[in-house]
Nanobody, 124 residues
Framework: QVQLVESGGGLVQAGGSLRLSCAAS????????LAWFRQAPGKEREFVAG????????YYASSVKGRSTISRDNSKNTVYLQMNSLKPEDTAVYYC?????????????????WGQGTRVTVPS
């Protein structure tokens, strides 16, 4: 089992940057595929980015591709999401998720562990 705690959210002006972090506790962090999802008010939770167990593979939603970078440090049990050129439509609560699987899956229903979320607000 793994526990996830996100941090790094906040209020940022359009065009700015944020780096979200998700610290994990528990065993075998390096065996989990990790992902970031987000949920805006009144909308369903959506996939943002995912990273494979070694960090060698990544996958991004088209809405953030080219503006965001997901990375992980297995020695620190932490996954990151660097977001640049932020837009008002990036406003959401961002969640970290983990699944003990070798492939990146963009479906929220398939993840076993979730953090509590961190809020990102980009005013229009």
């Amino acid at each position: 089992q793994v526990q996830l705690v996100e941090s790094g959210g906040g209020l940022v002006q359009a065009g700015g940057s944020l780096r979200l972090s998700c610290a994990a506790s528990g065993r075998k962090f390096s065996t989990y595929t990790l992902a970031w999802f987000r949920q805006a008010p009144g909308k369903e939770r959506e996939f943002v980015a995912g990273i494979s167990v070694t960090g060698g593979g990544t996958y991004y939603a088209s809405s953030v591709k080219g503006r965001s970078t997901i990375s992980r440090d297995n020695s620190k049990n932490t996954v990151y999401l660097q977001m640049n050129s932020l837009k008002p439509e990036d406003t959401a609560v961002y969640y970290c998720a983990a699944k003990q699987v070798l492939r990146i899956v963009p479906n929220a229903n398939e993840y076993d562990y979730w953090g509590q979320g961190t809020r990102v607000t980009v005013p229009s």
